[in-house]
T-cell receptor
């Protein structure tokens, strides 16, 4: 069964450093998402991406964040200058149709900012 | 601000019992409703979705939706210890694809 994959599974970085989290969505899916979950808190939407551009973003997704689909398979989330409060699980999700289809989540990347 | 509320639990049930998980949402424009299961340290895993008022059954799981009361529930019949997890309710607006999650209800099924 096709699945969303994410790398790395765990990333440790120093405050102020840049990190890139990588995702490979399900191959025939067209809509891609990043969510995050701070430990003990709810899953929060960050950004959605369709047709090579951001379709929606939350207030969390400020200028420190960017997304890119550099090739036909990868979907990346970059955090330019990490803060302690960026420590969280970051989940990538994809769906074939943004309107009605369900979103399937990758296994997540645990980001720890020291 | 859209809100999705769930009792954080834990909800403890014995093996074989019915577990009932509840969720309320604030936005009357919400059109699609999802239940995800999340094991500790893992990603959300879709259990089922419901769009229309009433009940929807899938194996041991039944989702119930009442849009007038802005209420969604999930029943798990014949609960198993492997069902022990946090259950996340998520809603989506018509015309949007963003999921708004509740904080989740922890379910503990004892052998």
């Amino acid at each position: 069964e096709p699945e969303v994959t994410q790398t790395p599974s765990h990333q440790v970085t120093q405050m102020g450093q840049e990190v890139i989290l990588r995702c490979v969505p399900i191959s025939n899916h067209l809509y891609f998402y990043w969510y995050r979950q701070i430990l003990g808190q709810k899953v929060e939407f960050l950004v959605s991406f369709y047709n090579n551009e951001i379709s929606e973003k939350s207030e969390i997704f400020d200028d420190q964040f960017s997304v890119e689909r550099p090739d036909g398979s990868n979907f990346t989330l970059k955090i330019r200058s990490t803060k302690l409060e960026d420590s969280a699980m970051y989940f990538c999700a994809s769906t074939s149709s943004g309107g009605t289809d369900t979103q399937y989540f990758g296994p997540g990347t645990r980001l720890t900012v020291l | 601000q859209k809100e999705v509320e769930q009792n954080s639990g834990p909800l403890s049930v014995p093996e074989g019992a019915i577990a009932s998980l509840n969720c309320t949402y604030s936005d009357r424009g919400s059109q699609s409703f999802f239940w995800y299961r999340q094991y500790s340290g893992k990603s959300p895993e879709l259990i089922m979705f419901i769009y229309s008022n009433g009940d929807k059954e899938d194996g041991r799981f039944t989702a119930q939706l009442n849009k007038a009361s802005q209420y969604v529930s999930l029943l798990i019949r014949d609960s198993q210890p492997s069902d022990s997890a946090t259950y996340l309710c998520a809603v989506r607006d018509s015309g949007y694809s963003t999921l708004t999650f509740g904080k989740g209800t922890m379910l503990l099924v004892s052998p």
